[in-house]
């Protein structure tokens, strides 16, 4: 999910599918470390009822300190919704609260592509280095990017972590040979 600086909030659409049970839909926003966060960007409204077959919407809604945020990159944040189904009446019941974990990305305006089409590819950008047994891979532009693993012929290896050369975060993989690093994010396919 994408929060771009320009706007003042980003909605998203949830639905209880159950038929025969409403459900409490509770979220909230943890910052890049896993901490809960009630500003810079938080959750309306932070608990709701959803009834059987109802649908619904959340909202992450920017607030003044949003303005804080670094303005040259991107922040990474975690959105997340929580399920409550209602208190059995049967004994000896075992229920399960499901919850979503969503990357959530503060994009502010300055960094905004008005052509994504016409600007070029992100991944022409991202080089790889060898070193030693394994590859060192640096993003030196202000977009968080995560690579969802990489792998060698058949094998794959630990998932590679690419974040901005501002936010000191790299990806590193090691095995031998040529890598193949693959991942999406925002819709955007990873070959690299």
Known sequence: MIFSGGDKSVSMSISNENKQLP???????E???G????SPLTVLPPVQRLEPGAKSQVKVQGLPAANTLPQDRETLFYFNLREIPPKSDKPNTLQLALQTRIKLFYRPKAIAVANPESSA???EKLTL?????????N?????????GGCQQQKRRCQRARVRTADG???GQCAAEGRRLFTGQRAGADLRQ
């Open 23 to 29: 459900y409490l839909a509770q979220g909230w926003i």
């Open 31 to 33: 910052d890049a470390n």
């Open 35 to 38: 901490k809960k966060i009630t």
């Open 121 to 123: 590819p992100w991944q």
């Open 129 to 137: 280095t060898k070193q030693g047994d394994s590859y060192q891979v």
């Open 139 to 147: 993003n030196p532009t202000p977009v968080l990017r995560d690579a």
């Open 168 to 170: 000191g975060t790299q």
